[in-house]
């Protein structure tokens, strides 16, 4: 198979995060850490997985850089923005995620990234009330002033190429308006026109990436790019978006679980899933407007791996439940009950617990960083549009939903998606062998 032309990674790769938070914090650590030498990336599978490409006799088992031109880890220049004034090394230590024993030997770079002021509006999260905060007369202005950031920072970091990802505060919920979020000329019409409740200023944020030609990321379940003027946009511009929302703990657990059912052909008839989380992501979802748009992501998983329509007998009218609760105490480490009621030979039930005490920011920054790479490799490559093949990292995959196209939410699924995308990429060809 003839290799796919994807221009080398040449140069410096800027990651402009919006949101320098309890997410965003660990991941800059964690990578300016393992630059030098002083801890491990681990759950990157940029950095650790090995895939297979070619067949019988020619098959090997590589890494994804030894695949495709993946941009190194010395190599990327850390940008962001946020509400708060606060510089990484004191969004770190603030953030409680890390100790400090590894988080001073990169104190001095940590300080050196000062977020840009946020392109904010209260209205999307009520709990916040940081004044490093754009004054900006219409949402069009906004988009301009964030695209004149992305500029400045490019220049003077020397940067070849910029990825922009969201890792700010979950949004308040923004359904799909078609009047406005339809096509790219009604968005940018309402943007114009100041149109605050239809416009996020997580829009302005994607809208002023792609703009600037850099692959957009959305980290929150926010609708963002989820919409088809965001498409358009993304295919005028030829720009890869993904999202949305981090897969990281127990919807992890969940897309790896429930093909088990599915698969044994064993019957559901409820899952109810409950967290506590005490950081500032649980107390902006406490307000229940913000908790609306993660519920919307999270209930979203098994519909497509147990469907009822295809297994009545088995998956019809389960109860699904999700719940978050903010609980201080706790702050970054989560703690996940899933209960889960299945039924097996001649209806007879059977309960699963599951019980993770997972922390949010280090399951996170691994999918930040991937994300990352992945997009810029995605541009690289000339793919634009919605990237299906990183479903893997995401708890609310992008779809065309109005070609009735539908979400792939089975873990094992989007990894064979991944990986084909990979194996494309280098010049192999894509399969479904078993490894
Ligand atoms: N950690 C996880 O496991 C996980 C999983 C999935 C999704 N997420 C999402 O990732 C996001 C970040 O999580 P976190 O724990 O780092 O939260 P956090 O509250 O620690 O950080 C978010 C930061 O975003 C800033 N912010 C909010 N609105 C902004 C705007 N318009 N512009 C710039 N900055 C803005 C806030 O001031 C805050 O500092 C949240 O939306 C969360 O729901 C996290």
Known sequence: MEKQSVKPADGKLGIMVVGLGAVTSTFMTGVL???KGLAKPVGSMTQYDKIRVGKGDDKK???????????KLDDIEFGAWDVYPADAYRAAVYAEVLKEKDIEPVKDELQKIVPFKAAFDKNFAKRLDGDNVKDCKTRWDMVEQIREDIRNFKKEHGCSRIVVAWAASTEIYVPVYEPVHGT???????????????????????????????????????????????????EKTKMPIAGKDFKT??????SGFAPIIGTRCLGLSGWFSTNILGNR??????????????????????ESILVPECQPDLYTDYYHKVRINYYPPRNDNKEGW????????????????????????????????????????????????????????LKSPMHDY??????????????????????EMGGYEPDEEID
């Open 33 to 35: 850490m393992a630059r």
């Open 61 to 71: 088992y590589l890494a994804y850089s030894d695949i495709v031109p993946l941009a």
């Open 184 to 234: 790219l000329a009604a968005l940018e019409k309402a943007m114009k026109d100041n149109d605050t409740e239809h416009i996020a200023p997580s829009m302005c944020y994607a809208y002023a990436a792609l703009a600037e030609g850099a692959p957009f990321i959305m980290g929150a379940p926010n609708t963002t790019v989820d919409i088809p003027a965001m498409w358009e946009m993304a």
């Open 249 to 254: 703990g127990q919807t992890l657990v969940k």
């Open 281 to 302: 992501d649980g107390l902006v979802l406490d307000e229940p407007d913000n908790f609306r748009t993660k519920e919307v992501s999270k209930l979203s998983t098994l």
């Open 338 to 393: 899933d209960n889960i009621d299945i039924f097996g030979w001649m209806g007879y039930p059977m309960q699963i617990k599951i019980n993770f005490l997972c922390r949010d920011s280090i399951l996170a920054a691994p999918l930040l960083l991937d994300l990352c790479l992945l997009s810029d490799l995605a541009a690289r490559a000339g793919r634009y549009g919605i990237q299906r093949f990183l479903s893997f990292f």
């Open 402 to 423: 109005t070609k009735g196209e539908v979400p792939v939410n089975h873990l094992f699924q989007q990894y064979t998606m991944l990986k084909n995308a990979l194996r």
